[in-house]
């Protein structure tokens, strides 16, 4: 039963996951800076704007179907521990190539499992970087996996059809006998009285998978609902002010000098026609407001109210024609992996790409971005670029 929630539940997960990494636009300069990625660097398409909450739902399922997996991977694990004490570790070719690849399997499983959660825990103890370490260690999981299930199918089925779920469930502690002595030796030769029926070791594991997922599904759900996520790191409750909802980086936390985000502030623009705007200016020119959402990698999202410039008619004060042209986006951080982004020509040309300045029909808070941030439809989170001071058009690279 633990195989087979898995063998559907870690599809959908990886699937996610590298759509998640599609998503990146890891083609464009600067998106995907992974040394030596080659054909790990695979993806099928460039991402869309449209639907504008795609992204939203994609990375929403990888994080909260993988926090929900995390009881069912344990209770999977734990009923195959005796296999990590086997000796001789392998009898046959086949054994000791199944035997390795159980070792990428595991050990793989274990390592996206445990990056993911730190990760979306803002708990950096790892000595890597997150995000190609969670591909890499994808590829080298998905291998394994598909290994596994080749040799291991069979006989989930066999097991599956040798019981049937329905006398499962009504099977309590006194009707419970151990398995039959089994080929693969998991079952104890001389097995104790057993302690808990099949139906409470599936309603324990169940039960926990629904506990963490309603505890986590709040923080991707948003509104009323975020309330009931007390899994999410970020806090669940945020006041009536306009700009009070999710912050993910602080400008304090990044750095940011508030001199910078003054009057003397001025957007360079890069392009055909060089360009510099103050904030007074911007506001000048035509500004539009769309409801969009940020949706984080880490699998929080929000849906607010944002008003500001389109990146197209930025483009063409720049001297640039929108639909031929992406845009490089730094802020005022120094240095570092965030405040850069590359975005595509569809990402520039579509009018709800903005250079958002106000929020829910208040000037953008520091943390939220001030004085001015980017806002995309369906791009992940960390696209969203805050404190913008610079957007260099240039010609699509290929
Ligand atoms: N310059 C800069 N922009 C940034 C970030 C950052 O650390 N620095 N974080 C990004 C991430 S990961 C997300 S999810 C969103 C969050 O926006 P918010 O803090 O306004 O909710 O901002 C993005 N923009
Ligand atoms: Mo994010």
């Not at 990590?84 to 086949?94: C, H, T, Y």
């Not at 097991?159 to 009504?170: F, G």
Request: charged share 15%; glycine share 10%.
């Amino acid at each position: 039963m633990f195989g087979l929630i898995l063998l559907v539940g870690i599809p959908i997960v990886a699937i996610t996951g590298l759509v998640s990494y599609a998503a990146y636009n890891p083609r464009l300069p600067g998106n995907d800076t992974t040394p030596e990625r080659g054909w790990l660097g695979f993806y099928l398409f460039d991402w869309p704007t449209n639907p504008a909450w795609l992204y939203r739902v994609t990375q929403g399922v990888h994080v909260i179907l993988g926090l929900t997996l995390v009881a069912v991977l344990l209770a999977k694990l734990w009923s195959v521990i005796p296999k990590l004490f086997a000796w001789p570790p392998a009898r046959s070719l086949a054994e000791a190539v199944e035997r390795a690849s159980l070792l990428l399997l595991v050990g793989g499983v274990v390592f996206e499992f445990v990056t993911g959660i730190l990760n979306i825990q803002l708990f950096y103890v790892f000595p890597f970087s997150f995000y190609p370490a969670h591909l890499y260690g994808a590829w080298i999981f998905l291998a394994a996996f598909a290994v596994h299930v080749a040799f291991k199918l069979p006989k989930m089925v066999r097991s599956l059809r040798s019981r049937r779920l329905l006398d499962e469930l009504r099977t309590g502690l006194d009707g419970t006998r151990p398995e039959p002595p089994d080929p693969d030796g998991l079952v104890p030769p001389a097995p104790e009285a057993p302690t808990m029926s099949r139906r409470g070791l599936l309603a324990f594991v169940g039960g926990a998978s629904l506990i963490t997922l309603g505890l986590s599904v709040g923080q991707t759900l948003d509104g009323p609902l975020r309330r009931t996520a007390l899994l999410a790191p970020h806090g669940r409750a945020y006041g009536p002010d306009p700009n009070d909802f999710q912050v993910n980086k602080a400008a304090a936390a990044m750095s940011i000098d508030p001199a910078d985000t003054g009057p003397d502030w001025r957007l360079e623009l890069a392009g055909p026609r060089p360009t510099y705007l103050s904030r007074a200016q911007l506001l000048a020119m035509r500004l539009h407001t769309y409801a969009l959402p940020i949706a984080c990698v880490e699998g929080w999202s929000t849906e607010q109210t944002w008003t500001g410039v389109r990146l197209a008619d930025l483009a063409r004060l720049a001297g640039a024609a929108p639909g031929t042209v992406e845009v490089f986006v730094e802020s005022l951080e120094r240095g570092g992996a965030f405040g850069q982004a590359s975005l595509s020509t569809g990402q520039v040309a579509d009018p709800r790409s903005l250079l958002a300045l106000r929020v829910n029909g208040a000037d953008l808070s520091l943390d939220h971005g001030y004085p001015a941030r980017i806002m995309v439809p369906n791009a992940p989170g960390v696209h969203n670029t805050k404190w913008v001071r610079k957007l260099s058009f240039h010609p699509a690279t290929a």
